[in-house]
């Protein structure tokens, strides 16, 4: 009998000899030594003992020993001997497997009892040492392909033919595993005479297993992998091995994320092979166990552990279901990654653990109950502090609507969740909330569509239904008895939802779909057409499921705000989102869809190409796929429901589409079908919006207006102008916008006609006030667009017009003598005079662009005809003498004459600018009679304010004579200013404030001194005006227009202004700005901080505004630089509020290493203003915003800079007290020295009084003698002591009244003191006392006067 075979740590430890009795080798073949000839014979030797002997041959010394030295050498063998090896062992394996199930039944037969232990013996042993070997081989292959695989990537494109006698590893790989899988799973309680293996072997076979799960390469081999997890499932769950199984299992998922959903696989088909799921109960516990801080640690194993987590619900829901009560705990952990993992597992549980109806009533509750919580941790969950958890709970949501898992009486809780979260500050977070909702109109339960006036009237109805099939008793109450939310509640406490199938447009089957009326249209329903549900309660049930549907619809309704911010977004993911939201709302008919969508047109402009992309694409769902009919009226409504920005983007969109061949020649057929009024049910409306539409395709194909000329005049200026006036507008825009040949047609067939109707319209009354000033802006257009001399017709315009006012108004005066008559004629002739100014106004305007284009188009010829002479001499002078025009233009060239050319155009384009007010030869022309009349107009005030209309035609008709001529514009500034900083009405204000800006364009030097007064406008009291002055210095400046002067501090306010818009136009300006150059924003900042803290100011709002600006600076040497400005501004401020000021600026910084030392060297400049705790408090903060990204070198210079800060704070703020107690201090003795004056004035007058009836004086000796011995004292400061005498003396006159008080040094002598002896020594001595406290008390006085 063999030795038998221990598992040995590793391959070469079978050479050693061991003090038991094992099976080791004994002859070590080095087949390194060995030709190759020489190796292949010994291997077909190994491989031919193998097969021709017993399957336990393999423990023979001498097999085991030549099997050895081949596995040993396995590496440097060639591939057909390793395939030769690894055949042998694989098919004595496969054969030695059957025989161990008949081992029992050949045991039995046998008659001694030790021959048969024997041969089980011996039969373990071949199946230990074949296993041994085998897997060995497994590692040195995989080993040696991992090692290989950059070689081999390396090397790939020079590979060539594989020899003949080359293997597929891949293949014996599967083999093999599958092999050792299948080994594990009979019963080898026979071979090891009990139900488990022994520990070694156990700990080898799975010590392997879980090494080749390592392999990238391998787990991607479905054969291989699946007999990996067999191994697995077999050692854990059959055999037991859990403890160290699971531990390596929560090894390999820390370590690498491709294993995560492998090892799920290997979890969950051990629990459905062998019905045990210990495995996954073990190490869903040993996740619970573990501490939430270590996931905080480590982040990639807190992934991948949570994946784990997901993978292994999604397979065993039912399981972790039970168990899900060990990780709810880690809600409250740190780690957002767990938390995110447990919201999907809960997601997975209810999808798909509780779909089994069946078993107790009790099981069933206690499963519904289950349920409901995991419902609520999911609501719960949806206010978590990580953005990306908030974004997951949304995105399982999602999920489980997709599912229909949500009942009726949770969808309106989460649809408000969902709305809730659209104000989210995170994006990631909106994006979810946006897709949920969509999904949750996608498959809402409640009918395809979701009008709240037709489930108001459908629910009324039923309402009424429901109160006829009630028993009539007064105690009960309807809504008592009505399902709780919407739910459906069965008789075993079961929610389930009414209608949980997705709708369909088509094919959905929907009670709330039956009793609706067609879109835009609520008619009443009557009780006769209601479809009958049948009894009370499903009426009840129907009742509740309206109501729920209704609520959802008010839910969807009331975001549409919010969706329109959204629009405005700066992430390009909430405004593509919130589009495709709003495309399946109007899909879903919800009310304020439509209105919402078209505010999308204005992103067609937006520089994200994504975003464009988005409006395009939803522009073409909603509008353009479709028939032509169809399309053609969806453009037309949309027209004409649009103001001018819409209209912009509308042009934008349809001349895109134009280009790219996506509008239809039919569908244009069918907008001159709606313009011509040859559809049924068009209106005068309909007819302008498929014009306005054809003259924006007109913009890309010019000549899709050609074919309906005469259409365009007859629909345009007929019958049915008159009843819709602005079709006549348009019909201006579509002679404007012709292309030159039709312009040239139109000129001959109805050229008179066409003029004639276009003067009547303007010199004509019969257009609306408000449409004839659009009407006859385009009308002068078109005229200067198609006359060939504009000038002519344009005169004879501005003639008419006066002749109207001036004529008018004289025959009125002289016909008629009544007042009342004169005022009405007036009234009257004050709007044709604002008519008047327009129309001349807009001519000179006209005037000057023709001439431009005249002068451009002269330059173009030029150019064209240059390039052609330069043409045609290249092709005549090839080789050829250069001919005689050549000469002369080289001639023309040399002297100039080209140049002057040139300059002579450019002088006769500016007399004839100059010309149209102006005039030639200082003789005013027509319209420069009108500006000069108009000039005097304007500057009547008190005219001007009791006509605020003519005020505003006025106003702007100067504004255009201003722009067309220099000299006009300078003698008219200061009255174009004074009229905008002092005119009542904003209309005018802001009027003249745009026409700044254009004034700014045009005479640049003319504006600059009134710069100041420019920047004036943003603080108008009137939003307008604001708005436009922000929009007219951020044109100028942003393009370059207009020096930053120093005045940019008013614009800074502005960040802070109260209306939003004004706000965000504020920072879009300064956003721009910072991009220009090197940051301007950079250079202004001292100033305007200066500026700023000039003004007042709230401190909220000066916080704001300087965090915006100092957010727009990102240059780290920038940022250096402002620290020590910031620093040195310090120096010479003593305004406590400027510290402050300075001190928050500094805290905003983005400090560097280098910022943060120049910090700490300019101590010495903001020292003094450490005693104020707002100033010191911004220092804490840079300190802790520095110790965040410091090295420990300048962390530690930043503790020692905090510590002297402390203490400097400190010990200023120990001076302040010491200070305030010192002043306190003398206060209270100067009151109590002013109180002992009092008194002393008081004696003093009565010893003067007791002296002049004595006749003598009364000196106290006591006081003498103090005088005397401080007289040396007093002599030195003989100059401080005659000042203290002065301040004395009248402090105490103002005291005191008429009494003095003189210094101790001075004493009366006379004849008087010989009567001071004749007094008694009572009252001398009285007196002396009182006396003595004075003189005392008076000597603290005189020390100390500058208290008083």
Known sequence: MAPPFVFPRTLQELEEDHDDDRLCVRKLVDTSSLRASEVEEFVKGVSFDLSDKELFCVEDQDIFDRVYSLVRSYGSLSPSCKLNIVESLRSNVSVLLPNVDSLLRVSQGQDEEISALDRVASHRNAFKIYTYFLLNI????????????????????????????????????????????????????????SSDPDDNYLSFVTKNAFSLFEKPTLLKDSEAK??????????????????????????????????????????????????????????????????PKDYVRDTVGAENVGRFLVELADRLPKLVSTNIGILIPHFGGESYKIRNALVGVLGKLIAKAFKDVEGEVSSKSIRLRTKQAMLEILLERCRDVS??????????????????????????EVASVAAG????????????????????????????????????????????????????????????????????CLGDGEVDNLNPGPVEKEHQDSLTDSCMSQPGEVTALQDSNLPDVGNLEQTRALVASLEAGLRFSKCICATMPTLVQLMASSSATDVENTILLLMRCRQFQIDGSEECLRKMLPLVFSQDKSIYEAVENAFNTIYIRKNPVETAKNLASLVTDSNIGDLAALEFIIGALVSKGDLSSSTISALWDIFCFNISGTTAEHSRGALSVLCMVANSSASVLGSHLQDIIDIGFGRWAKVDPLLARTACLAIQRLSDDDKKKLLVTSGARIFGILESLITGSWLPGNIWYAAADRAIAAIYAIHPTPEAIAADLVRKTLNSVFNDCADGLQNDSDPTEVSMLTTVQVAKLSRCLFVTSHVAMNQLVYIESCSRKIQKQKIAKEKMDAENQSIDCNGAAPSAMQKDNDINQELGLAASEDAVLDALFEKAEKEIISGCSGEKNLIGICATFLSKLCRNFGLMQKYPELQASAMLALCRFMIIDAEFCDANLQLLFTVVEGANSETVRSNCTIALGDLAVRFPNLLEPWTEHM??????????????????????????????????????????????????????????????????????????????????????????????????????????????????????????????????????????????????????????????????????NIINKGKKFAKPELKSCIEEFEDKLHKFHMEVKEQEVTARNAHIHQRKIGRREGFTAALDAEDHTESNITTEEAGGEVIDPCSERMALSKNHKLKSQHTD?????????????????????????????????????????????????????????RKVILDEPEDF
């Open 138 to 193: 497994v590692l040195a292959e995989e080993s040696d392909s991992g090692s290989n695989n950059s070689v081999k990537v390396t090397a790939s494109t020079h590979r060539k033919k594989q020899p003949v006698n080359s293997w597929n590893w891949e293949a014996q790989r599967g083999r093999i595993l599958g092999l050792i899988a299948n080994s594990l799973e009979i019963n080898l309680e026979l071979l090891f005479g």
């Open 1015 to 1180: 920047y004036a406008r943003l603080k108008d009291p009137c939003v307008s005006v604001r708005k436009n002055a922000v929009l007219v210095l951020s044109h100028l400046i942003l393009n370059d227009m207009m020096k930053v002067k120093g005045y940019i501090n008013e614009m800074a306010v502005r960040l802070e202004d109260e209306d939003k818009r004004i706000s965000s136009l504020a920072k879009l300006f300064f956003h721009e700005l910072s991009k220009k150059g090197s940051n301007p924003i950079y250079n202004l900042l001292p100033d305007i901080l200066s500026k700023l803290s000039s003004q007042n100011l709230t401190k909220d709002s000066f916080c704001n505004i300087m965090q915006f600006l100092i957010a727009s600076i990102k240059k780290d040497k920038q940022m250096d630089a402002l620290v020590e400005k910031l620093c040195n501004r310090f120096n010479g401020v003593t305004d406590v509020r400027q510290w402050e000021h300075l001190s928050y600026c500094l805290s905003q910084l983005a400090f560097t290493e280098k910022g943060m030392k120049k910090l700490i060297e300019l101590f010495k400049t903001y020292e003094h203003a450490l005693s104020e705790e707002s100033v010191i408090d911004h220092f804490r």
């Open 226 to 291: 699946e007999a990996l997890c067999r191994i697995i499932g077999a050692c854990s769950t059959k055999y037991h091995y859990m403890a160290q199984s699971c531990a390596s299992i929560m090894h390999l998922i820390h370590r690498h994320d491709f294993v995560v959903a492998h090892m799920a696989d290997a979890v969950a088909d051990a629990e459905k092979k062998y019905a045990d799921g210990s495995m996954a109960i073990s190490l869903i516990r040993e996740i619970g166990r573990t501490n």
């Open 387 to 412: 953005a990306y958890t908030r974004s997951r709970v949304l995105q399982v949501w999602a999920e489980l609507c997709e599912e229909h898992c949500i009942s009726i009486g949770l969808w309106n």
């Open 1281 to 1337: 002591s005659e000042e203290h005498s002065v301040i004395s003396s009248e402090l105490t006159e103002s005291d005191g009244g008429d009494i003095e008080v003189q210094s101790p040094l001075v004493s009366k002598r006379g004849g008087s003191r010989s009567r001071t002896k004749k007094s008694t020594m009572k009252e001398v001595k009285g007196d002396n006392t009182g006396k003595r406290t004075t003189r005392a008390r």
């Open 421 to 488: 979260r659209l104000e989210d500050k995170s994006a990631i977070v909106r994006k979810s909330a946006l897709n949920l909702l969509i999904m949750m109109l996608q498959h809402n339960p409640f009918g395809p569509q979701l009008r709240i006036t037709s489930f108001e009237a459908t629910l009324d109805q039923y309402k009424k239904r429901l109160n006829e099939l009630e028993p009539a008793m007064p105690s009960e109450n309807v809504t008592d008895d009505l399902p709780c939310d919407g739910d459906n």
